[in-house]
């Protein structure tokens, strides 16, 4: 009964392989998110999808393709892994804001990618 | 672009300590959202601040948001070893894209027993 749920939990890979990440969320939502924190705890926004069209694309290398199937589903898909990518990454999704306040996040348990 | 930073970026207390966080941000945010992350845990919602000038409590946790809403704080009274953990503040830029939040730097609380 996991609100957002993400697979795998701890990645660990080879340079130059290619790998996903899956996210599920039962909650309901329409928008959907992937952050990226690196070693330093910064939490960055990557993108955004609205009811499974993107809405948010920040400034990420295209080795980075996220879809989304529906929009209970948002997987990051990252080709030709470098050692630059190694850092957790968070699934969350939130409910539509009012009035242009945001709805609050719910962050999946996060996935631990590491590149050697 | 728009930044959000948080002071001290580091913080030791002695349990029953007060505690408190900052967060400035370069630009008006329409609203603030306060989270905790564990250690090895996911970011948790904590509150979300609107009004400018407002304060708003939750048990030992007071948090307010600036009057010219661009900087908020959080403030932890009688600190406890739960409290451990990475506090951040996220900020909806003013006039700028929807369902975007800009994170702050994060402050990471320990608590010394």
């Known amino acids: 009964d996991t609100a957002v749920s993400q697979t795998p939990k701890y990645l660990v890979t080879q340079m130059g392989n290619d790998k996903s990440i899956k996210c599920e969320q039962n909650?309901?939502?329409?928008?959907m998110y992937w952050y990226k924190q690196d070693s330093k705890k910064f939490l960055k926004i990557m993108f955004s999808?609205?009811?499974?069209?993107?809405?948010i694309n920040e400034t990420v290398p295209n080795r980075f393709s996220p879809k989304s199937p529906d929009k209970a589903h948002l997987n990051l898909h990252i080709n030709s892994l470098e050692l630059g990518d190694s850092a957790v990454y968070f699934c969350?999704?939130?409910?539509?804001?009012?009035?242009?306040?945001?709805?609050?996040?719910?962050f999946g348990p996060g996935t631990r990618l590491l590149v050697l | 672009g728009q930044q959000v930073m948080q002071i001290p970026q580091y913080q030791h207390v002695q349990e029953g300590e007060d505690f408190t966080t900052y967060c400035n941000s370069s630009?008006?945010?329409?609203?603030i959202q306060w989270y905790k992350q564990r250690p090895g845990g996911h970011p948790v919602f904590l509150i979300q601040l609107v009004k400018s000038g407002e304060v708003k409590k939750q048990k030992r946790l007071t948090f307010q948001f600036g009057e010219a809403k661009k900087n908020s704080s959080l403030h932890i009274t009688a600190t406890q070893t739960t409290d451990v953990g990475t506090y951040f503040c996220a900020g909806l830029n003013y006039g700028g894209a929807t369902n975007k939040l800009i994170f702050g730097t994060g402050t990471l609380l320990a608590v010394q027993p």
């Open positions: 909650l309901g939502h329409d928008t």
């Open positions: 969350a999704s939130s409910p539509p804001g009012l009035a242009g306040v945001l709805g609050t996040q719910y």
């Open positions: 630009t008006t945010l329409s609203n």
């Open positions: 999808y609205n009811n499974k069209e993107l809405i």
